[in-house]
């Protein structure tokens, strides 16, 4: 396990991505905080557990569950908005003594979410929306996510930096997330900014990227062909589905789109990197620490104190800084965070 990077500011972020520090770092998240609260269960209700971020942080939440000794139970909302609004009033029929929010937008179950606050059952989210940190729209105790706008600069800035003054990017988004519109739009700024083409602003859901990337992959190689230098993703799951599209046409990898993610660093994704096939890179979050703070903010909820405004810090993986890693498909700090917050919490 190593960290990429160190620094929390975008200026700084950008100035590090080209020479990832792999030495051990010190924790910088919160160091007070209350005692663990006995003797709690709570429910974690998942956007989609086949997107590998989401389900990089259920696995976060469940370690530190264990460690805390909370019961945890997990509900699959399975990448629709029907789903997931069933997978609320489940969570409330439980009536746990606190909810986390994985990986889907506030706004979008405004209504449940409402129901939730009514019952007065303490909520914390992971990329519930644009705002990060504590008193999130939505009833929301606590946002936990990297700065949503640093990330997408961090992928756009690499393919810039890597395309030149010819890069012709395709930038993929999904409009049912709100988060997921100001990062593209944030992608679509900065690439411009810097004299790059956007060739096209493609809105397609990603609970159906299995069906609509592989037609909509082949009709904008049709479209562009070698002006198509990069594609920009908001998710990495857009990509687990367009090196098979651009293979089915004969494509190799090395004459394809370089694709770029701005998060969340699924262990897909890695392997892809790793082995050069059809990902150059992507900006991924530490979704184990991200769990980890989940329950402890939603500790600090049910125990009646401040959050704690911690941001973590993102990663720009590239193959070449995953030769140095070993084996390991995930982004996991080198930092003592599991013993920081066993103390804050007493364990």
Not at 116 to 121: F, L, P, R, S, Y
Not at 183 to 204: C, M, R, S
Not at 217 to 240: C, E, P, R, S, V
């Amino acid at each position: 396990m190593h960290r990429f990077i160190s620094s929390m500011s975008t200026i700084a972020l950008m100035a590090a991505i080209t020479s990832p520090v792999l030495a051990e770092t010190a924790f910088d998240g919160p160091s007070t905080g209350p005692k663990a609260a006995e003797g709690k269960s709570i429910v974690v209700v998942a956007g989609d557990l086949k997107n590998g971020g989401i389900l990089g942080v259920t696995n976060g939440v469940e370690e530190a569950v264990g460690k805390i000794g909370w019961e945890m139970r997990v509900l699959d909302g399975a990448g629709s908005i029907q789903g997931r609004t069933g997978a609320i009033g489940q969570a409330m029929a439980l009536k746990p003594d606190g909810i986390i929010i994985n990986g889907f937008d506030a706004v979008e179950q405004q209504a449940a979410l409402e129901e939730v606050v009514k019952a007065g059952i303490p909520m914390v989210a992971w990329h519930s929306g644009p705002k990060i940190g504590c008193d999130a729209p939505g009833g929301i105790f606590a946002n936990v996510s990297t700065d949503a706008m640093a990330v997408s600069d961090v992928a756009a800035e690499w393919a810039i930096n890597d395309g030149g003054k010819d890069v012709g990017v395709v930038i993929f988004t999904d409009s049912t997330y709100q988060i997921a519109i100001d990062k593209a739009d944030q992608i679509k700024a900065t690439i411009e900014a810097n004299g790059g083409t956007v060739l096209e602003y493609v809105d397609t859901p990603i609970a159906e990227t299995s069906s609509r990337m592989g037609p909509l992959t082949t009709g904008l190689l049709q479209k562009y062909g070698a002006k198509w230098t990069h594609a920009l993703a908001i998710n990495d799951l857009y990509f687990d589905f367009m090196g098979p599209a651009l293979a089915s046409v004969g494509v190799p990898s090395a004459d394809a789109p370089k694709a770029g993610s701005a998060g969340d660093g699924s262990e897909a994704a890695f392997q892809r990197i790793r082995t050069g096939n059809y990902q150059a890179i992507t900006v991924a979050e530490p979704l184990n620490l991200q769990g980890w703070q989940l329950v402890d903010e939603l500790n600090r909820a049910i125990s009646g104190e401040a959050c704690s405004g911690y941001v973590t810090t993102p990663a720009l993986v590239t193959q070449e800084g995953l030769a140095k890693l070993g084996d390991s498909n995930t982004f996991d700090p080198d930092s003592p965070y599991r013993d920081a917050y066993s103390a804050l919490w007493g364990k």
